[in-house]
């Protein structure tokens, strides 16, 4: 069963420019939770998806948005991209039902320089 | 607001001995407590959990422990190996929402 993919694993951005993420959920999985990870703030939720609909938002600016498709796969995107957003940006699947375990992808590394 | 506190931030062992990491929740709703294991340039690996009607739960070399009333649970490791040594991250579960708060994480190092 393959795990949870999220492409690009590497991208390089400059400031004010914007940039879409990919992540594709476990085969079944109807879940898919984003989070940023850095050094300072550890990791933090940004939005949670579940058959296309949005039902949690973490504290980002809503420069931070995302959307989900009818396949499950998620993107999220940032606009007007700020130093401060170079993270490692997490996707995690689930099945979406409570207290049912989450698996993460391996990431997308964001720089902006 | 939620908040999950985590200790040690780093944590030296030696080969074969035991390593323990802490973590506090605020939430008393919190029912769901999974724990992450990063590698170096990976995502974190759900590695064990623990849901609130059970006390404890082990795997292999691997056992977590919760204790609903102090609001704490732990992650013991035995007989600890080099392949252990990686970040590891708490987690609790915000009651009524899908959104997980996550500890500062632990460096484990296991020294051969």
């Known amino acids: 069963k393959a795990g949870v993919t999220q492409t690009p694993r590497y991208l390089i951005k400059t400031r004010g420019q914007q940039v879409t993420l990919s992540c594709s959920p476990i085969s079944g999985h109807r879940s898919v939770s984003w989070y940023q990870q850095t050094p300072g703030q550890g990791l933090q939720f940004l939005f949670e998806?579940?058959?296309?609909?949005?039902?949690n938002k973490g504290n980002f600016p809503g420069r931070f948005s995302g959307r989900q498709f009818s396949n499950s796969r998620s993107e999220m995107n940032v606009s007007t991209l700020e130093l401060g957003d170079s993270a490692l940006y997490l996707c995690a699947s689930s099945l979406g039902h409570p207290n049912t375990e989450a698996f993460f992808g391996q990431g997308t590394r964001l720089t902006v320089v | 607001g939620e908040n999950v506190e985590q200790h040690p931030s780093t944590l030296s062992v030696q080969e074969g001995d035991s390593a323990v990491i802490k973590c506090t929740y605020s939430d008393s709703a919190s029912n769901y407590f999974p724990w992450y294991k990063q590698e170096l340039g990976k995502g974190p690996q759900l590695i064990i959990d623990i849901r609130s009607n059970v006390g404890e739960k082990k795997d292999q070399r691997i056992a977590v422990t919760l204790n609903k009333t102090a609001k704490h649970f732990s992650l013991h490791i035995t007989e600890t190996q080099p392949e252990d040594s990686a970040v590891y991250f708490c987690?609790?579960?915000?009651?009524?929402?899908?959104?997980?708060?996550f500890g500062t994480g632990t460096r484990l190092k296991v020294l051969a």
């Open positions: 998806y579940f058959s296309e609909t949005q039902r």
């Open positions: 987690a609790a579960l915000l009651p009524g929402t899908y959104k997980y708060i």
